[in-house]
């Protein structure tokens, strides 16, 4: 498995824009499908988009499409998360993810996700 660290979280105005990092250890990043999810006080956690092994494939929560951009750079092991028009609905805790696959395929489950970041504080003012 791979140890996930993400970084880039903030306090930010309604309309800004912030852009998460998140690092990964390990010389097989490429054969994981890397996934941004988020937590709100007193909500489950969700998906927020999710990228497939080369970059080629994304998929958007409907929360962030328009808004959000996941990329990733497979010869620096990191997948980013850029933020614009942030909202104050989008204050969470943001979580990476890692979900193992054999193919160049989208994973968009929880559940199929098997390596975690601790979490970066977004926190969107209005």
């Known amino acids: 498995q791979v140890q996930l660290v993400e970084s880039g979280g903030g306090l930010v105005q309604a309309g800004g824009s912030l852009r998460l990092s998140c690092a990964a250890s390990?010389?097989?990043?490429?054969?994981?499908?890397m996934g941004w999810f988020r937590q709100a006080p007193g909500k489950e956690r969700e998906v927020v988009c999710t990228?497939?092994?080369?970059?080629?494939?994304?998929y958007y929560a409907d929360s962030g499409k328009g808004r959000f951009t996941i990329s990733r750079d497979n010869a620096k092991n990191t997948v980013y998360l850029q933020m614009n028009s942030l909202k104050a609905e989008d204050t969470a805790v943001y979580y990476c993810?890692?979900?193992?696959?054999?193919?160049?395929?989208?994973?968009?489950?929880?559940?199929?996700?098997?390596?975690w970041g601790q979490g970066t504080q977004v926190t969107v003012s209005s």
């Open positions: 390990g010389r097989t990043f490429s054969r994981y499908v």
């Open positions: 993810a890692a979900g193992f696959s054999d193919y160049d395929v989208l994973l968009t489950n929880r559940v199929d996700f098997v390596s």
């Open positions: 990228i497939s092994r080369s970059g080629s494939s994304q």
